[in-house]
């Protein structure tokens, strides 16, 4: 018997690698779809009985290794499950999901944007990236993990340029389910940004920047976007400024 503490990051994590949406993970589970919602999102905690029924599912169906009617990094199948071939990128994403043993996560550095942006998919380049543990207590299996740097200053004072945050890579199948106002890391043929995104309809997003001043909003079609990545952590690069304080002592 495996011996995992769920929560709601792994919770989605393990739905994600499994290529499965809501309702036929909770059917998997004999539970729910809003019970699958509410517990992606942390407003349910798991409870013993569904913590039982994800550590089966996690024993019969092993991730990444699956046939019948589950989506395969992004593809359906009714046959069992090929690999990609070798050397390709969908085989690096393949393996980088499913080592347990590999703690390491990619750094896009500022420096590091404008290469990202053009060979994101060539394994070589991913290779030259400079790579980084986890923070303590996230589990590393179940997703595609990237630390991205921030540039510029257009999510003040939310994010300032230096912050790093730690993504999970979000499947295209699943993009309809993303969260209106959550914060993205969005990749598009020209550019690397971090935002907020709201659904504007199926083919257009909304990308919204918590300083508009600088950075007003824009309006991108969903099939300009190459890759999506949840916000997941934070590294400051600098310690916030405290508000105004009055000396009492």
Same mark, same amino acid.
């Given at each position: 018997m495996l011996n995992v503490m769920f929560d709601s990051y792994n919770v989605l994590e393990i739905r994600e690698l499994s290529g499965l949406n809501q309702a036929d993970f909770a059917k998997k589970?004999?539970?729910?779809?809003?019970?699958?919602?509410?517990?992606?999102k942390g407003k349910m905690k798991v409870s013993k009985r569904t913590a039982a029924r994800?550590?089966?599912?996690?024993?019969?169906?092993p991730l990444g290794v699956q046939s019948g009617d589950v989506n395969?990094?992004?593809?359906?199948s009714h046959e069992p499950a090929k690999k990609p071939k070798p050397g390709s990128f969908r085989q690096h994403l393949w393996e980088e999901k499913n080592n347990n043993t590999t703690f390491l996560v990619p750094l896009v550095g500022i420096k590091a944007q404008a290469g990202y942006v053009k060979g994101f998919e060539q394994v070589?380049?991913?290779?030259?990236?400079?790579?980084? #543990?986890l923070p303590?207590? /996230?589990? %590393?299996?179940g997703a595609v993990w990237r630390y991205f740097e921030v540039d510029g200053d257009s999510m003040e004072p939310t994010f300032n340029s230096g912050d790093i945050v730690l993504a999970t890579m979000v499947p295209a199948e699943d993009w309809s389910d993303c969260k209106d106002?959550?914060?993205?890391?969005?990749?598009?043929?020209?550019?690397?940004m971090i935002k907020r995104i709201y659904k504007k309809s199926l083919?257009?997003?909304?990308?919204? #920047?918590d300083n508009?001043? /600088?950075? %007003?909003?824009?309006?991108?079609?969903v099939e300009n976007i190459k890759q999506l990545w949840l916000f997941r952590r934070q590294i400051r690069s600098r310690v916030p400024q405290p508000k105004e304080v009055k000396i009492t002592a």
């Amino acid at each position: 018997m495996l011996n995992v503490m769920f929560d709601s990051y792994n919770v989605l994590e393990i739905r994600e690698l499994s290529g499965l949406n809501q309702a036929d993970f909770a059917k998997k589970l004999a539970i729910s779809r809003e019970v699958v919602n509410k517990m992606e999102k942390g407003k349910m905690k798991v409870s013993k009985r569904t913590a039982a029924r994800l550590q089966k599912f996690l024993q019969e169906t092993p991730l990444g290794v699956q046939s019948g009617d589950v989506n395969i990094l992004g593809k359906s199948s009714h046959e069992p499950a090929k690999k990609p071939k070798p050397g390709s990128f969908r085989q690096h994403l393949w393996e980088e999901k499913n080592n347990n043993t590999t703690f390491l996560v990619p750094l896009v550095g500022i420096k590091a944007q404008a290469g990202y942006v053009k060979g994101f998919e060539q394994v070589d380049y991913m290779d030259t990236l400079e790579q980084y #543990s986890l923070p303590p207590g /996230v589990n %590393p299996i179940g997703a595609v993990w990237r630390y991205f740097e921030v540039d510029g200053d257009s999510m003040e004072p939310t994010f300032n340029s230096g912050d790093i945050v730690l993504a999970t890579m979000v499947p295209a199948e699943d993009w309809s389910d993303c969260k209106d106002f959550f914060v993205y890391v969005i990749l598009t043929s020209e550019q690397l940004m971090i935002k907020r995104i709201y659904k504007k309809s199926l083919t257009e997003w909304v990308l919204i #920047s918590d300083n508009e001043e /600088v950075a %007003p909003q824009v309006v991108i079609p969903v099939e300009n976007i190459k890759q999506l990545w949840l916000f997941r952590r934070q590294i400051r690069s600098r310690v916030p400024q405290p508000k105004e304080v009055k000396i009492t002592a």
